[in-house]
C-alpha cells in the first residue's frame, strides 16, 4: 500500500484516521512490546504492572505529535505462524529485542524469515533495542543480516527503561522512516 493512493475521484492518505499506517510490533516474549503500545496510549505513569504476557495480540491506535495515525498490532512473543494472517498490508514493522553487544540468535533467524515474506518486501523496520549500553547498529546486526537488509528502510534506536521521552523517540523515528518510505515509492510510480 503507498502513500497516496486515487480512486474513483477522491483520493486518500495513509496514515490519517481513516487510513492508518499498519504496524507489526514484534519480539520475544517479555522484551517489552505490550509496555511500550501502553506507554503511547496512557502515557508511562498510568502502566499498571505487572503486565501479563500477550496471548494473541493487543490493537491499538496511536496518533503522533505529528498527526499521523498508526494501528499498531502488539504480537504475542510466541505467535510462532500465527503471524502469518497479520502480515497483510503491513506497512512497517518494529523488531524489539534485548541487545547484550550482538542481536541472539534466535531473533536473527525470526529476522531472516521475517525479511523473506513478500508482504513484508516493502514495509521498512525499526529495531528497538532495550540495552542501556550504547551500542553502534552495525556491531549489533550481523553481517548477514545487514546484507539483507540492503535496499530496505530501516533504522535503530534504544529504548531506555520508565522513560516516556524515550518511547516518544520510538514514534518519531518510525514515523521518519515511513515518511522517507512512502515518499520514495510515490516517486517512483
Ligand atoms: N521499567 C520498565 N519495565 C519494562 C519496560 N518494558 C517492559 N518492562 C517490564 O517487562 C515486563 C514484560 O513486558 P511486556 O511488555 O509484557 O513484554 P512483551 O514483549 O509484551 O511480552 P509478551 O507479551 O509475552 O510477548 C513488564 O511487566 C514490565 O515489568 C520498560 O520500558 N521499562
Ligand atoms: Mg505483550
Not at 517489552?32 to 494473541?56: A, D, M, Y
Request: glycine share 8%; charged share 25%.
Amino acid at each position: 500500500m503507498g502513500a497516496t493512493c486515487s480512486g474513483q475521484g477522491s483520493a486518500f492518505v495513509s496514515g490519517s484516521s481513516a487510513y492508518p499506517f499498519k504496524i507489526l510490533l514484534l519480539g520475544e516474549p517479555g522484551v517489552g512490546k505490550t509496555f511500550l503500545l501502553r506507554c503511547w496510549q496512557s502515557g508511562i505513569h498510568n502502566v499498571t504492572e505487572p503486565l501479563t504476557s500477550t496471548t494473541h495480540f493487543n490493537v491499538g491506535m496511536i496518533k503522533t505529535a505529528n498527526g499521523l495515525v498508526f494501528m499498531v498490532y502488539d504480537l504475542a512473543g510466541d505467535i510462532g505462524l500465527r503471524l502469518r494472517p497479520f502480515l497483510d498490508g503491513t506497512e512497517g514493522v518494529i523488531y524489539m529485542f534485548k541487545a547484550a553487544g550482538v542481536i541472539r540468535d534466535d531473533d536473527e533467524r525470526t529476522l531472516e524469515q521475517l525479511l523473506r515474506e513478500r508482504d513484508l518486501e516493502n514495509a521498512p523496520i525499526l529495531f528497538v533495542s532495550r540495552t542501556t549500553e550504547n551500542v553502534p547498529s552495525e556491531s549489533v546486526l550481523s553481517e548477514k543480516l545487514l546484507s539483507k537488509l540492503d535496499g530496505r528502510r530501516w533504522d535503530m534506536t534504544v529504548l531506555e527503561d520508565s522513560s516516556q521521552e524515550s518511547a516518544n523517540l520510538v514514534l518519531s523515528m518510525l514515523e521518519k522512516l515511513l515518511r522517507h518510505n512512502n515518499q520514495n515509492q510515490t516517486e517512483d510510480r
